[in-house]
């Protein structure tokens, strides 16, 4: 089992920066895909970000692919979300996800561990 918990959610304004962590503890996290998710009021949670175990391949949603950049260390069992240039349509519950598996994912079916999430709020 792997326990996931998110930090760094907050109120921004458009135009501004937020970085989210997510701490792992529990089964080696060096061996497991991470993921970031949202979901905003009303619709479905959606894919945001992915990193593979070595943080060799990442994969982002094409809504915020240049303004978002996903890491990880894991020496420190943590991912990260840094997030620039933020659009009120960011706005959302932000979690991190794990899968045991060592190929990125897109399909928030295919993760297996979740945190409980973290609020990101941009105002215009």
């Known amino acids: 089992q792997v326990q996931l918990v998110e930090s760094g959610g907050g109120l921004v304004q458009a135009g501004g920066s937020l970085r989210l962590s997510c701490a792992a503890s529990?089964?080696?996290?060096?061996?497991?895909?991470m993921g970031w998710f949202r979901q905003a009021p009303g619709k479905e949670r959606e894919f945001v970000a992915a990193i593979s175990w070595s943080g060799g391949n990442t994969a982002y949603a094409d809504a915020v692919k240049g303004r978002f950049t996903i890491s990880r260390d894991n020496a420190k069992n943590t991912v990260y979300l840094q997030m620039n240039s933020l659009k009120p349509e960011d706005t959302a519950f932000y979690y991190c996800?794990?899968?045991?598996?060592?190929?990125?994912?897109?399909?928030?079916?295919?993760?297996?561990?979740w945190g409980q999430g973290t609020q990101v709020t941009v105002s215009s």
């Open positions: 529990g089964r080696t996290f060096s061996s497991v895909v």
């Open positions: 996800a794990g899968r045991r598996t060592s190929t990125v994912a897109k399909g928030a079916r295919e993760y297996d561990y």
